[in-house]
């Protein structure tokens, strides 16, 4: 059976940092690309950041590009997400997913292997 699990999500202040994981277990993600999501309350989800197997590709949303940064460590099936100069904005329940197939890609439906999610609160 599939498993991902973030963790690290917490209570921070604006302007602070955070550090998800996202581990994977019950099989390999082996040339597949993995991403982070969010869900604010009463909002759609949107993808935050993708990044291919080898990490050397990445994408990053326009609302955090310069201060979120994904990474993954293949030997430990294990994706991150550095969070820095967090704002109330980022507020949100986050989300790590696998992509559908191998490749690359960036549309939210083409990842289908997704974990629970991990809740994040900037509080200003």
């Known amino acids: 059976q599939v498993q991902l699990v973030e963790s690290g999500g917490g209570l921070v202040q604006a302007g602070g940092s955070l550090r998800l994981s996202c581990a994977a277990s019950?099989?390999?993600?082996?040339?597949?690309?993995m991403g982070w999501f969010r869900q604010a309350p009463g909002k759609d989800r949107e993808s935050l950041a993708i990044?291919?197997?080898?990490?050397?590709?990445?994408y990053y949303a326009d609302s955090v590009k310069g201060r979120f940064t994904i990474s993954r460590d293949n030997a430990k099936n294990t994706v991150y997400l550095q969070m820095n100069s967090l704002k109330s904005e980022d507020t949100a329940v986050y989300y790590c997913?696998?992509?559908?197939?191998?490749?690359?890609?960036?549309?939210?439906?083409?990842?289908?292997?997704w974990g629970r999610g991990t809740q994040v609160t900037v509080s200003s």
């Open positions: 997913a696998a992509r559908r197939s191998t490749g690359w890609g960036i549309v939210m439906n083409e990842y289908a292997y």
């Open positions: 990044i291919s197997w080898s990490g050397g590709r990445t």
């Open positions: 019950g099989r390999t993600f082996s040339g597949y690309a």
